[in-house]
């Protein structure tokens, strides 16, 4: 028999064998003569030799360009067993034979049939060994036979249930054996049964069992496809951060063996999984490596998988007739009936929906399904089903709509698919609101974010938590906006109901990170999301309201909370909102706008934004002090105290409230539930004036000081007077470090830990295209001039525990970041009080150093010598500095997070 694998779903057909020996003739060979080769397309090549009954036939095909099968055909012409081919491009072709029956056999060599038909041709190199059978060479045998059995289970008859004992039993065979070849293609075939059978959780522990083999780790390109596997599978489930970090093991791996095809491969999984954490930008950038991969190695089939998924980036990025392009240039690349067919189908289908041309959009989506449906894709299957569902919706055929997902769920619904089965509710939800049966439509989508949140935990960190939140962010929409109901007059307990939901989609991974800490430290546990009556009984008081914004795909709702009631207004879309938002918010970026000029100056948007909000409707019958707003969306990037209130612009938000933004009110509950130890060091602790470059002045007399400079940031002399100005003022005096202790190290050792106020005068780092990275920069050089590690970013702090009332980042664009729904900006801030922090002062765009003075002592001089909270000395000293500086662009960068008490 033979002891072969058979790849899944091939096309290679096999011309009748004694009819091409006669035309052919092959030569005949003998062990110990190795033979190259190349074949150009649609060609294979054939070998014949001598085999006798009992002897153990071993052939090795090395494989120097494109992909290689083999097939075996015995004495009578008849193929046996099935095509070779284990996945590792760069590696050989092995194939075992424990020979049956004397007599002349012959080996086809041919090219992986989805590079049929490419210019570019195949080189190998073969040879054959015979021998007399060890017991090793039975067991191998064994293995390879178990092994052939269980893939031919899976994949052709569709049996994976059955298959599994087979591949269990091949893999711990191989595994005795130490093979890693084998036994990692054994692994990862038993891990996708398991993921078929709806087993994401099993089919993981399976991936990493294999990878915690010592033997494995020798042999880095089996590694390699056992972490993009893995990878894959963990983005199913949900862990996208860690998804991303075996899959970029794995790419790392690839390249130091030189593996092009397993590259693209990669390059795909990572194209795929970027996109679904809504990291559209770096997943084209992914898509078009492969793609580049794809089409330098004329492999058509990851050319136009590549392809389609860089459609599907940029459709993401709202340039849906770029993706359209390039949809059309995959589907050219594929065969009728393939699954990249399907592939390039879909995401061509979804561009034309996008443009509004959901009759064709509906035709590719059934025709995508009907080529899933053909294969044992169950779930993409699932999903074209989604799609047309949507479309028919969209066509306002509800009915057929509901037939369709009713399809779709009953092909998942007892899989461990939760992610899916979720997108599959959310879609009948839509079709049963469509139809006016709210109730039911309400059930289904409780039932979608019950299973979103039974995912969510599994997620090992609060950023992966957050970018599946993010990921899922339609659900909880959908959520607002069911409870909010229809129409202009709501009920009360709509109100309340939209508002809990708004709170249940904000902030959780930092009530998470606060709920931890307070568990540790034995107080009670905030609740899960605070109820309407619970925040106007725990959150704010008679003097502040809380004002709270959730930004919707159709609407946009607004609520007032105060201790008397609760008031809500439905808005415009977030398209709107962002879009007028962002403008505003990088006219207050510009310092010409100091003067306003021409008709689009930063007053005459802030008022069209105040009116798309409503704010002068909403905040007329409050007459309290204190303002608490919870922005949404690109929101976050504004200070509300700018935006005039009232028909008269001159008065602004900032005339009639003490005000500061939080991330949810939940959350400001849980930061009151931290318990902090009683400070002993000192009130305040100033860290400034590090030094950056090597020629600074400072590093003149150090014996050891370095030619290439960390950084290129400019020395902020200001800040040694900033210092000095606030070190002067409260009692205790404060503790100053500057210069070259003004570093990292000061901070993470715990110097720092028990200082009431932490105030940071130095420089703040952001990376657009890598905006989880914003970092506080310190000293860069240690006092005998040796560069030193100066940036502080969000992994550091996620390590500390602080106890500090109120941090200070007195430096530039600190309280922005990654932008991630659910969370606001993922930056210094979120990370701050991650360490416990309940108040943090952060500037929102780039400010002078002069001015950012002038502000820092005033409210210090207030906090410090006059007794007031932050929230109102950071009011009063923005109030101060803005009558003889007016534009917003002076007072308004610093804002205040957090708690407002």
Not at 15 to 29: D, E, Q, S, T
Not at 343 to 357: E, K
Not at 367 to 379: C, F, H, R, W
Request: aromatic share 6%.
């Amino acid at each position: 028999m033979l002891q072969c694998r058979p790849r899944v779903v091939r096309s290679l057909v096999s011309i009748a064998f004694a009819l091409c020996l006669a035309a052919c003739g092959p030569p005949l060979i003998s062990p110990g003569q190795p033979q190259n080769g190349e074949l150009r397309p649609g060609e294979t090549a054939k070998y014949r030799f001598e085999l006798q009954a009992g002897e153990l036939f071993f052939l090795t095909v090395d494989q120097i360009e494109l992909d290689a099968v083999i097939n075996l055909y015995g004495p009578d012409g008849k193929l046996i067993g099935d095509e070779v081919d284990t996945f590792f491009d760069g590696v050989s072709e092995d194939l075992y034979y424990l020979v049956e029956k004397t007599g002349t056999y012959t080996a086809e060599i041919g090219r992986f049939s989805t590079q049929n038909g490419t210019p570019h041709g195949l080189k190998f190199s073969l040879a054959i060994e015979k021998s007399a059978p060890t017991e090793r060479d039975a067991r191998q045998a064994e293995a390879f036979w178990k092994f052939t059995v269980g893939v031919n289970r899976a994949h052709n008859s569709g049996d994976c249930q059955g298959a599994l004992t087979d591949l269990e039993e091949a893999s711990r065979l191989w595994r005795d054996l130490e093979e890693p070849k084998f036994f990692a293609t054994s692994m990862i075939e038993l891990a996708r049964c398991q993921r078929n059978l709806g087993s994401l959780q099993k089919s993981s522990e399976t991936l990493n069992t294999a990878l915690n083999m010592p033997f494995v780790g020798k042999s880095p390109s089996h590694q390699a496809s056992l972490l993009q596997i893995l990878g894959e599978t963990e983005g199913r489930q949900g862990l996208f951060k860690e998804a991303a970090t075996h899959e970029m093991e794995a790419l790392s791996l690839f390249q130091l063996t030189g593996n092009r095809r397993n590259q693209g491969s990669i390059q795909m999984s990572l194209c795929t999984l970027k996109y679904s954490m809504g990291l559209n930008e770096e997943a084209a950038d992914h898509c078009k490596a492969a793609a580049e991969i794809g089409a330098s190695r004329a492999d058509t089939a990851l050319e136009s998988r590549a392809t389609s998924g860089l459609a599907a980036a940029l459709r993401a990025l709202g340039r849906s007739e770029d993706a359209i392009v390039h949809s059309r240039r995959a589907l050219a690349l594929t065969p009728e009936g393939s699954r990249q067919r399907a592939l390039a189908l879909t995401f061509l289908a979804s561009c034309l929906a996008d443009l509004g041309d959901h009759d064709r959009a509906l035709e590719l989506f059934k025709q995508a399904e009907s080529i899933y449906s053909k294969s044992d894709n169950v779930l993409s299957a699932v999903r074209a089903k989604i799609s047309i569902a949507q479309t028919l919706l969209a066509l306002e055929l509800p009915g057929q709509a509901f037939s369709v997902i009713e399809d779709a769920f009953s092909l998942c619904a007892n899989l461990d698919w939760q992610l899916t089965i979720a997108q599959v509710l959310e879609t009948r939800a839509r079709i049963l609101a469509v139809q006016g049966d709210l109730s039911t439509a309400r059930q289904n989508v409780e039932e979608a974010f019950s299973l979103i949140e039974s995912v969510r935990p599994n997620a090992p960190d609060p950023r992966s938590r957050a970018l599946l939140l993010a990921a899922k962010r339609h659900i909880y929409e959908l959520r607002v906006e069911l409870a909010m109901g229809a129409g202009g007059n709501k009920k009360h307990r709509d109100i309340e109901a939209g508002l809990r939901a708004a709170e249940q989609a904000s902030a959780r991974t930092l009530i998470d990170v606060l709920n931890k800490a307070s568990e540790d430290g034995s107080n009670s546990k905030s609740e899960f999301a605070l109820s309407a009556y619970q925040i106007q009984n725990s959150a704010i008081s008679p003097e502040t309201a809380l004002l709270r914004f959730f930004l919707g795909t159709k609407s946009s709702f607004s609520w007032l909370v105060t201790t008397h009631g609760i008031e809500a207004r439905e808005l415009p879309s977030r398209e709107v909102i962002d879009e007028k938002s962002f403008e505003l918010a990088m006219l207050l970026r510009e310092p010409e706008q100091s003067i306003p000029t021409g008709n689009r100056d930063y007053s005459v948007v802030a008022a069209e934004l105040s009116e798309l909000l409503q704010l002068r409707q909403t905040l007329s019958s409050f007459q309290g002090q204190s303002l608490v707003i919870v922005p949404d969306g690109n929101l976050h990037l504004l200070p509300f105290t700018m935006l005039p209130v009232s028909n008269d612009s001159m008065e602004l938000l900032i005339d009639r409230f003490v005000t500061t933004y939080s991330l949810s009110a939940t959350a400001l509950v849980a930061q009151r539930a931290v318990r902090r130890r009683q400070n002993s060091n000192g009130k305040l602790a100033v860290l400034a004036d590090p030094v950056f470059r090597e020629d600074d002045e400072r590093l003149s007399d150090t014996p050891s000081a370095l030619c290439n400079a960390p950084t290129n940031l400019p020395r902020l002399p200001q800040t040694a007077e900033e210092a000095t100005a606030i070190a002067s003022l409260g009692t205790p005096a404060a503790d100053v470090f500057q210069g070259f202790d003004a570093n990292k190290s000061v901070l993470l050792a715990g110097n720092l830990s028990d200082y009431q106020y932490l105030h940071f005068a130095t420089h703040g780092v952001v990376n657009p295209r890598e905006p989880d990275q914003a970092a506080l920069i310190l000293s860069c050089f240690s006092k005998k001039g040796d560069s030193v590690d100066s940036r502080v970013t969000l992994d550091d702090l996620e390590s500390l525990r602080l106890n500090a009332e109120l941090v200070v980042l007195s430096a530039c664009r600190t309280a922005q970041g990654e932008h991630i729904f659910g969370e606001g900006l993922m930056g210094l801030t979120r990370g701050f009080m991650n360490a416990g922090v309940p108040r943090v002062i952060a500037s929102l765009w780039t400010v002078q150093d002069s001015v950012t003075r002038e502000l820092m002592q005033d409210f210090y001089t207030r906090l410090l010598d006059r007794d007031m909270t932050p929230a109102v000395a950071l009011h009063e000293a923005q109030l101060e500095l803005r009558k003889y500086r007016p534009a917003p662009y002076h007072w308004a960068a610093f804002i205040l997070q957090g708690e407002w008490q």
